[in-house]
């Protein structure tokens, strides 16, 4: 389990430790803390939060969910501030029942290390019923915080043009793998599964909402990052604006709605295909047939790309 | 390559690789809180930390450091703090949390940070300097240390040769080491230990005190299930930053939070239950609270039945009833009865319903009721002991002592590590100007009365020392001070040990610049969770240079200018008062290693860290280091956690011998006590009289530690109040306090005075820029009705009128404040006649006219050229106004606390009122001084025992137990 809180450190800002950390793993050189900055924090952000939450950001519903889980496992829930008593993080973990808040409990390095706490403490405990329980709050962590998103997460790093990424993000995928295969899955669908809706109509709900689940995996079944947008503008001939996501694709959308509208809902489809595989069969389905919803929805208002255009608020 | 056989192996290698580095210890993972803003740099690298200069940019100009730590001294908090020390120009560019320290944990408040800016303020004192003046006229003159420290030396010479051991006093305001200078006034011979602490904590203490021998709490907020403060204690209360984040991360784990704070504070808004309690009334709310556990049944018979001393009270106060535990329950129950919510919401204005509702919270607490009480209530109010004591009730009710999540004795959560020398001597004589017999209960010393007792009873003091304290400003009554301190016959030589300019250093002779935290040295430990640490506050320059291969022999070769620390300052000033040795007080200071020299301060902790703190030497031995440079190092050390209820442990065999157990169950064996590293005070307590000492109490045919109470017990019932006087307080009660609403007289209101703002450091804020830009005023808070019954709106001069003068301040109005009340911030309004600190200071006028004092502004603050660029981006004009001076001192009778609460008439400012006024009739505090007086129960009067005070009563510098004795016979026409 020791692999896991490794893999997880290495997401964070790189640090001189990492170094050795990669080599262990037989990884290649940790890049540059501006290749993280490029690849990792302003792009792929290591938070579940993104991922499940149904407004695609930090924070909100889906943090609460492992704020929860935590406080029921009698540790800190990550919301009071971050610091050495960050037991998940650092591994120091005091064990259950012990506060150990983490700064932002959704962070996949958090994530990763809370697996190896609870595998530590199952291994440690004594008592047949708590061990149990450890047991199947591991199994609940993995399920509903861990697999649920990092299919499409760890899919995201592929071509990235960092070599370390791409390997990182390979191997944690061969080990989720194979955690997947020992690990006796419930048979229903993570919680952030069953609530989200899908992507926006945005000649039901307006524009606003079309473009903020665009942004939203759990909605759109896709992830767009900038360097998808950078292409979009450059496979579909659009300009792309400086600026946040949201207001970059509001810009494509007022340049040419059709043209952005068949980019977008070819890379659901593309997205779609991606999917198959990543992770458990139904977790991996799911991702899959969100993707396909959405590019259905999209090529059908690229088809009346007039009535879109007007429905979006164009910046 | 077989994908299963990779991954196990991949799995191996780094946990392989993690188990060698963590052996060297060295750090495997990045820093502790990677994941979000915060960082500490591993420890591996605080020798060569490479960071980004901040004021290069956009230039990418890289800084290396050295990372030392030392010890925050801007509260007692102590908590912990990484000096970030530029290798090439050795100066400190900043401060960080120290993530080694237990009790902070690598977080700090504002005030730490702001350390540096007491480092380069422009104002700082930076040379001896001696009077050349009259007193206050501000004309000085550099002096020597030599100089100095012969004369005052000599002084304390002639004092103690000539038997006027009296007048000699160390007055302490922020403390430093634990027992360090109460060790040097032993090796004296001198009973002149004076503290603030009777302006501050000692109600409370005093509540904790009588309950458990022990006198502070230590609340386990972290594992609580209810937490409950009297205190604004998340944004300001003692140890605010070590237990603020505890108790978050309590919340954090679904404990519930019930504060009472008349004022909407910080920490109310935090609150799940706010009690905004009129002042005073606090223990009339938690003894229905109680009554409310004991009516229902809610409460943990078994450990009352265990431990508290309910067979004393039965037997001294109900010798008719059965000496059982039933008859003692319904006695209890009979006893609270009528405090009912209906009651106590009459009392607090506090609804009864909500009241019931924080009763059924702390009801289902079982034993993870954390609660808290340091100032606050405590020190506002006559009898606010008794709120530290009702609030300790609700736990000795539920057993929530010394168990997780509940509050602990701070002596069990605090280590004091024994001395490389502890002087075995102990005063010969009794110091009246502190200790008066007035108060033979009081905590500690009654060092607010000085003026009036060194004017009313004949005392002098021939050498009195202020030490980072400023009693003309911090204390209540401060013109009496200014007449005392101007007055030759009174104060023979004030000596100002302080690192700011303040108040009281302007009336001074010597003003004798002392280092701040980063320039001294301390041992520090508090008690802030189960668990026990040292903290060290060190010089950092001189670990920086001591770490480039240097030797430094003394910290004035690392400070600014002459400044210097004070443990050195001591040493040498002991080693002048006895140059030869003859007076036997040197040797207290003399190296071990090199008899005949000076003990230097590499060998006194030296030899505390390798001989007194278990641990610490296998643990600096793993890492290849001394135990002394592992603390340089590191800067804290935890020797142990999870202590638990010390009170159930069983004595071991062999410290029974011929034991003896008396029918209230004490314990006595003649064998002697086991050698301790730890030294923190514990309450002596008396022996059978046959040679056998108290060893603990009899527990069903056991012998338990017990607590360090006269019964070994619990004392809901304290034989030491009946028995001194005070029968009709013997057990937790409610007090109607001095501001009691039947108290004030038609038009009075009750102003709070005792909250400040956290950015601010008593006196030494004076010198902190960036705290000063934060907070730099301190309007009165005024309820909207109140406001309008005055005819005032926000920002308009109200005048403040208390028993012996007024303040003009500007007003707020605002609903955060309960009706009736009023409430000012201390640590606001500095001033100065003259030359001073410039950025957070007035210049004012003080102008007397025989007992007519008054102070009025010439001009607030403001942008000035200095060294510092920023001095010239001063924005603020405003400093605050300094409503202190207008309190007449008022010390409870029994706890001798001041009790802060006053009773004000507030008014629309008139026209000759300007902001910033403040005028006084020392006459009138006089009257104040006497009045009070008259409530007290004189030890002549009241001692069983032919004493001044209780022996077990904590004291700091302990006097021979002759000392102890009362120098009147109480039947004799003169006794008092």
């Keep these: 389990m020791e692999l896991f809180r490794a893999l997880g450190s290495l997401i964070e800002v790189p640090a001189p430790e990492h170094r050795r950390i990669a080599e262990a793993l037989g990884l290649p050189s940790v890049p540059d803390p501006s290749v993280h900055g490029a690849v990792v924090a302003s792009q792929r952000y290591p938070y579940a939060s993104v991922y499940l939450g149904a407004e695609g950001m930090m924070g909100g519903e889906a943090r609460d969910r492992i704020a929860g889980f935590r406080r029921a496992l009698g540790i800190g829930d990550g919301q009071a501030g971050g610091g050495p008593g960050d037991a998940a993080v650092t591994g120091d973990d005091p064990g259950p029942g012990r506060s150990a808040g983490v700064a932002e409990s959704d962070h996949l390095a958090a994530l990763l290390a809370l697996l190896c706490a609870l595998d530590r403490w199952q291994r440690d405990e004594s008592d047949p019923a708590r061990a149990a329980l450890m047991a199947e709050a591991r199994v609940t962590l993995v399920w509903e915080h861990i697999v649920s998103w990092t299919g499409p997460y760890l899919a995201s790093f592929e071509r990235c043009g960092s070599p370390f990424h791409e390997a990182w993000a390979a191997l944690l995928s061969e080990a989720l793998a194979r955690l997947e295969a020992e690990t006796p899955f419930p048979d229903y669908l993570p919680a952030a599964f069953r609530t989200a809706p899908a992507l926006a109509d945005p000649r039901d709900e307006g524009g606003a909402a079309f473009l903020a689940t665009l942004l939203a995996p759990v909605r759109s079944g896709v992830i767009l990052l900038r360097d998808d947008l950078v292409r979009l503008g450059e496979e579909a001939g659009l300009a792309c604006r400086a600026g946040e996501r949201r207001y970059v694709l509001g810009s494509f959308l007022a340049q040419d709605p059709g043209a952005a509208l068949q980019w977008l809902a070819g890379h659901a489809r593309e997205w779609s295909g991606r999917m198959v595989g990543r992770g458990p069969a139904p977790v991996a389905r799911w991702w899959a047939d969100r993707a396909a919803e959405s590019a259905v929805l999209l090529s059908r208002l690229a088809d009346g790309a007039g009535t879109v255009v007007s429905a979006v608020s164009v910046p | 390559m077989n994908p299963r056989r990779s991954l196990d192996d991949l799995n191996r290698r780094v946990s392989a690789a993690r188990a060698d580095v963590e052996s060297r210890g060295e750090t495997f993972y990045p820093g502790a809180s990677r994941v979000h803003l915060a960082a500490f740099p591993p420890k591996e690298r605080w020798s060569d930390w490479v960071e980004l200069d901040s004021k290069a940019w956009p230039e990418r100009v890289e800084r290396r450091y050295m990372l030392v730590p030392t010890t925050c001294f801007n509260c007692e908090s102590a908590c912990g703090l990484l000096a970030y020390v530029d290798r090439d120009t050795l100066e400190v560019r900043k401060f960080e949390g120290n993530p080694e320290h237990p009790g ?674 301190n309007p009165l808070w005024l309820n909207p009705g109140d406001a309008a019954r005055i005819g005032v709106g926000t920002g308009d001069l109200v005048r403040v009128e208390t028993q012996i003068g007024h303040f003009v301040v500007k007003a707020w109005v605002t609903e955060g404040i309960h009706p009736g009340v009023v409430a000012c911030s201390h640590h606001m309004g500095r001033w100065k006649t003259g030359d001073g600190p410039r950025q957070t200071m007035a210049t004012v006028s003080l102008d007397r006219e025989g007992t007519d004092w008054g102070i009025s502004r010439k001009n607030g603050t403001g942008p000035f050229r200095s060294d510092d660029p920023d001095t010239a981006r001063i924005w603020w004009t405003d400093v605050g106004v300094h409503q202190n001076m207008t309190f007449p001192v008022q010390p409870d009778p029994i706890s001798g606390a001041h009790c802060w609460h006053q009773a004000v008439r507030v008014t629309k400012a008139g026209p000759g009122d300007r902001y910033g006024d403040i005028s006084v009739d020392t006459a009138r505090s006089r009257e104040a001084f006497r009045q009070w007086l008259k409530l007290t129960r004189h030890a002549a009067r009241h001692s069983p025992d032919g004493t001044r005070r209780p022996w077990w009563l904590l004291r700091p510098v302990r006097p021979v137990r002759d000392a102890y004795r009362l120098p009147w016979n109480s039947s004799e026409p003169s006794a008092p």
């Design chain 2, 104 to 777: 902070s944990r690598g977080r700090n408040c504002a005030k730490g940070p702001a350390t540096v800016t007491q480092l380069t303020d422009p104002d700082r004192i930076l040379t001896p300097l001696k009077r050349a003046g009259g007193r206050g006229e501000g004309k000085w003159e550099p002096v020597g240390w030599d100089e100095a420290l012969d004369d005052i030396a000599g002084r304390i010479r002639a004092a103690i040769d000539e038997d006027r051991h009296r007048e000699i006093m160390y007055h302490v305001g922020r403390p430093g080491e634990d027992g360090f200078t109460e060790r040097t006034l032993a090796a004296w011979g001198v009973d002149g230990h004076n503290s603030h602490t009777n302006i501050c904590s000692s109600g409370a203490r005093a509540g904790y005190h009588l309950w458990m021998g022990m006198d502070r709490p230590s609340p386990d907020h972290e594992n609580a299930d209810v937490i409950l403060l009297v205190s604004s204690h998340l944004e300001a209360g003692h140890y605010f930053n070590p237990h603020a984040q505890r108790v978050m991360e309590g919340k954090a784990r679904g404990a519930k939070l019930i504060v009472f704070d008349t004022r909407l504070s910080n920490t109310a808004t935090h609150a799940d239950h706010w009690l905004s309690t009129y002042p005073g009334s606090e223990a009339a709310v938690l003894l229905a609270i109680a009554n409310h556990l004991i009516r229902t049944g809610c409460y943990n018979a078994g450990f009352v039945e265990r431990w508290w001393n309910w067979g004393d009270y039965m037997a001294e106060n109900h010798p008719g009833k059965p000496a059982t535990f039933e008859a003692f329950q319904r006695v209890l129950h009979d006893l609270y009865e009528g405090y009912t919510f209906e009651f106590a919401g009459a009392e607090s204005g506090v609804p009864a319903e909500t009241i019931e509702a924080a009763a059924e919270i702390v009801a289902g607490a079982g034993t993870r009721l954390s609660t808290h009480n340091w100032r606050s209530a405590a020190a506002g109010n006559l009898g606010g002991w008794q709120v530290a004591r009702t609030l300790f009730l609700l736990n000795a009710l539920l057993g929530a002592v010394a168990v997780p999540g509940g509050t602990y004795p701070n002596a069990w959560n605090k280590f004091v590590p024994r001395p490389i020398r502890m002087p075995p001597r102990h005063p010969e004589s009794w110091n009246e100007l502190t200790w008066p017999a007035d108060y033979p209960l009081s905590l500690m010393e009654m060092s607010f009365l000085l003026p009036h007792l060194t004017a009313e009873r004949d005392g002098r003091l021939d050498v009195y020392f202020t030490r980072v304290y400023n009693p003309v400003w911090t204390n209540p009554d401060g013109f009496s001070w200014l007449e005392m301190l101007t007055d030759p016959e009174r104060i023979g030589l004030h000596v100002a040990l302080t690192p700011t300019w303040n108040e009281t250093a302007f009336f001074a002779d010597y003003v004798l610049p002392m280092g701040h935290s980063s320039e001294r040295h301390d041992l520090t430990s508090y008690e802030q969770y189960d668990g026990l640490w040292i903290g060290f506050r060190q010089p950092v320059l001189r670990a920086a240079r001591e770490r480039l291969g240097e030797k430094v022999s003394s910290t004035r070769d690392v400070t600014p200018g002459e400044v210097w620390e004070e443990n050195e300052f001591w040493i040498e000033l002991t080693w002048r008062i006895d140059p030869d040795g003859s007076r036997g007080i040197r040797r207290f200071f003399e190296s071990r290693e090199r008899p005949g020299e000076k003990m230097t301060v590499d060998e006194y902790y030296g030899w505390i860290f390798e001989n007194s703190v278990p641990g610490l030497p296998e643990r600096a031995a793993r890492e290849g280091l001394s135990p002394l440079e592992y603390m340089r190092r590191y800067g804290a050390f935890e020797v142990g956690t999870a202590v638990g209820p010390v009170y159930e442990q069983r004595v071991p065999e062999a410290e029974l011998e011929d034991v003896q157990v008396d029918a209230a169950g004490r314990a006595y064996t003649r064998a002697a006590p086991p050698p301790s590293p730890n030294v923190v005070p514990i309450p002596p307590l008396d022996g059978d009289g046959e040679g056998r000492r108290h060893v603990g109490v009899a527990v069903n045919g056991e012998v338990r530690r017990g607590f360090p109470t006269p019964s070994g017990r619990l004392e809901f019932w304290s034989r030491t109040l009946a028995e001194w006087g005070w029968p009709e307080m013997a057990v937790p009660g409610y007090v109607r306090s001095h501001v009691h609403r039947d108290t004030l007289e038609p038009g009075q209101m009750c102003l709070i005075s005792t909250f400040r703002l956290p950015v601010q450091i008593h006196t030494r804020s004076a010198n902190a820029k960036w705290l000063n830009e934060i907070a730099h005023t």
